[in-house]
């Protein structure tokens, strides 16, 4: 998988949209400041692929003192030379779009299809734990959690 474009909107510090595109299929540095989104934009495409749509429990995604925006992430990527677009909207505005060659899935059916492309499964409620994230929960590990990594290990074996 190679992701090309990230694009996030109401996500944490990010209350206007913010887009990363044209992404190298090579190694990306995301670079800046103390305080810049670094760690927030990987967040983001953590929480895309890792979390449901429809989950209650990601009420921080939405940016401080503002709970009446719907936090949103959009990623584009390649597989197998096919081109992936993936749209969520959490909290309030809960969808999930997922379109892959001409087929366009939405909500529950697209989250099966990528959990399938990726080969791991999702909470059944709540957020997703390492027992659910195999592979990916290794790729994108959130700050912090480092500590963890042998429980993510685990399971991604």
Sequence with gaps: MILQSLRVENFC?????????????????????????????????RTVFLERYSTSTLAGLQPYGNTAVAPSVAVTFSHENQA???????????????????????????ENKLAELLRYSYAKKGSSKPEHQGIPGLLWVEQGSGQELSSAAQHAG
């Excluded at 887009?19 to 983001?44: C, F, H, W, Y």
């Design 84 to 110: 992936w677009s993936l749209t969520k909207s959490f909290n309030k505005t809960q969808r999930c779009d997922l379109s892959v060659g001409g087929q366009q899935l939405s909500n529950s059916d697209a």
């Design 13 to 45: 510090k990010f209350r206007q949209p913010f887009e990363l595109s044209e992404l190298d299929s090579g190694l990306n540095l995301i670079t800046g400041p103390n305080e810049a989104g670094k760690s927030t934009l990987v967040r983001a495409i």
